[in-house]
């Protein structure tokens, strides 16, 4: 089992920045990808961006250039960067961790709000 501790949302206006950050605790191999997905009111949960535990990334294409994820092995934590929010950045951020044998864990959510 893996445990996801997220922290770091809360209310910006737009343009502003936040930080997230995910600590994972418990069965944690070394080879894994963390990642943050989030889900606005009636719409469906979306990949934000991953990073394997090699440091590849992958971001989706609304948050490139604004978004930066990234992470630390040896604390086995994930941080999302979010600059330049906007109003359609607003929605409850999860975390993931995904093991080497693909098995997804996920976080409780952390809700970001952006006032225009």
């Known amino acids: 089992q893996v445990q996801l501790v997220e922290s770091g949302g809360g209310l910006v206006q737009a343009g502003g920045s936040l930080r997230l950050s995910c600590a994972a605790s418990?069965?944690?191999?070394?080879?894994?990808?963390m990642g943050w997905y989030r889900q606005a009111p009636g719409k469906q949960r979306e990949l934000v961006a991953r990073?394997?535990?090699?440091?590849?990334?992958r971001y989706a294409d609304s948050v490139k250039g604004r978004f930066t994820i990234s992470r630390d092995n040896a604390k086995n934590t994930v941080w999302l960067q979010m600059n330049s929010l906007k109003p359609e950045d607003a929605a409850v951020y999860y975390c993931?961790?995904?093991?080497?044998?693909?098995?997804?864990?996920w976080g409780q959510g952390t809700l970001v709000t952006v006032s225009s």
């Open positions: 993931t961790f995904r093991n080497k044998y693909s098995k997804d864990y």
């Open positions: 418990g069965s944690i191999f070394s080879i894994n990808t």
């Open positions: 990073i394997t535990s090699g440091g590849s990334t």
